[in-house]
């Protein structure tokens, strides 16, 4: 008969004993794991970083070319060089010579060169610089630098999004801790039934079938807070994957909920065109378009190009037949130059390419106004939204207030034996149910106020 009473009992010192044990995690601290730990964030950040090593001065063709180059070789022949037909000369006559025992001409011997080597060396240093390109160099760089802002505002709307995914499970961690404690307190008064059902029975006030109520209740309570206490240990795990923590850490939360000032909210709705991230991407996206068109419009002007080298040989040339000794060729060269193009027709490449990014540009300027109308729409359903879930959430607390005092009022009639068990315990459902739902409210009408702080552009920028 107190198995359940004394189950009721194991489950609220469990569950005090585990949460005492748990560190609680703010808001702030939350905003700060993310914002460090956050993959997503992660990959933004270095998606700026990308971005931001394009923009730089390296990589806009303002700066010259300059390459080395460097050789060596060396070559070895043995060769056999043969004189057919060819007599031997007296140097001093010129004249052939006569051999005295044949009285013949004496034929040129073959000459043998055996290890003939030959070297070559040489450096060179090529400079090569753009002087003038139609100032498509310089309208390419303006553009990259739209691209670093847009792709910062880009991070910023990945941050905004992974906040948004952040905090509908942080409150939700919240919400079903709440309703962990509601749940404790309501098996703690079923546990408390069963007590003073077991003690009117023995005296002779009640029958056994009070008793049998009060463990039915006890026994559903025990359930829906073991099913809320699964929900929120695997809530707490998909925070764990927001924050990239480990898994199995475990937190208490922040369950106080603060509003911003409806002065404020219409502060901020008021220059949502300004800093709303996607109407502010548009705007980035109309300044790469424009250079877009100045870029191919290069295409109509002469490009100037100077270039200039400075060079070192040296030639080691090996002997041979008529050249008997080493021939050695030291040079060094320096050149400067300059070239002019102008590409006069290009079978209208250049044209069709303007004319492109005139239509891109226009086309860009359309979806702005659409983006435009589409945000202010949102912000004034997401206005209405939250005002209405804010109303909802005042008129739970009052209602929980007033399930309270019925709850009190039938535990003071229950105890006299004014009431049945059956009264009494629907009265405590009442309460139950006016508790979650003012939780859930409360929760509901806190996202709503941050996915109206995100389309104004003002969700990273107040405490939460």
Not at 157 to 170: A, C, D, K, P, R
Not at 219 to 243: E, K
Not at 414 to 439: M, P, V
Request: net charge negative; glycine share 4%; proline share 2%.
């Amino acid at each position: 008969m107190r198995k359940i009473y004394i189950l009721g009992l194991c489950f609220s010192m469990g569950f005090s004993s585990l949460f005492a044990q748990e560190k609680v995690l703010s808001k702030q601290e939350a905003f700060n794991l993310a914002l460090e730990n956050n993959f997503g964030i992660e990959i933004a950040k270095n998606q700026i970083e990308i971005a931001k090593n394009n923009q730089s001065i390296l990589n806009s063709g303002f700066l010259p070319s300059l390459t080395g180059t460097a050789n060596a070789n060396y070559q070895r022949d043995d060769n056999t060089f043969s004189f057919p037909g060819q007599f031997l000369n007296d140097p001093d006559t010129n004249e052939p010579i006569i051999d005295p025992d044949t009285g013949q001409a004496v034929l040129r011997p073959d000459v043998d060169l055996y290890k003939a080597e030959a070297q070559r060396y040489g450096t060179a240093l090529n400079a090569s610089y753009t002087l003038f390109d139609g100032l498509g160099r310089l309208y390419n760089y303006k553009r990259l630098k739209e691209e670093y802002r847009l792709s910062e505002l880009q991070a910023r709307e990945t941050i905004e999004n992974t906040m948004l995914q952040l905090f509908s499970v942080y409150f939700e961690v919240a919400r079903l801790t709440e309703n962990e404690n509601v749940l404790k307190q309501t098996l703690e008064i079923s546990t408390d039934r069963i007590k003073r059902a077991e003690y009117a029975f023995e005296y002779g006030q009640n029958t056994k079938l009070d008793i049998l109520n009060a463990q039915v209740d006890v026994t559903n309570d025990s359930i829906n807070l073991l099913n809320t206490r699964q929900q929120l240990v695997n809530t707490i795990r998909d925070l764990n994957v927001v924050l990239a923590e480990d898994l199995n850490t475990a937190y208490q939360v922040d369950t106080v909920v603060r509003f911003t000032p409806k002065m404020q909210l219409e502060d901020f709705i008021s220059q949502a065109d300004l800093n709303n991230v996607v109407l502010l991407q548009t705007e980035r996206n109309l300044a790469i378009n424009e250079y877009d068109i100045k870029v191919n419009r290069s295409g109509y002007l002469p490009v100037v190009d100077l270039n200039g080298s400075y060079g070192w040989n040296l030639n080691q040339n090996a002997p041979g037949a008529f050249f008997p000794g080493v021939n050695v060729n030291n040079t060094r060269n320096f050149a400067l130059g300059a070239s002019l193009t102008w590409n006069l027709f290009d079978g209208g490449g250049t044209t069709v390419r303007v004319k492109n990014a005139k239509l891109t540009y226009e086309n860009q300027e359309l979806q702005k106004k659409q983006i435009m109308l589409e945000v202010r729409r949102d912000i004034e359903n997401a206005l209405a939204i939250y005002e209405n879930r804010l109303n909802v959430y005042h008129i739970q607390e009052q209602n929980v207030i007033t399930n309270q005092n019925n709850f009190e009022r039938s535990k003071e009639q229950f105890q006299l034996g004014r009431i049945t068990s059956i009264e009494f315990r629907q009265a405590q459902i009442n309460l139950l149910n006016a508790q979650t739902n003012k939780n859930l409210a409360k929760y509901d009408a806190k996202l709503a106020e941050l996915q109206l702080l995100q389309l104004t552009g003002q969700l990273l920028n107040v405490e939460l």
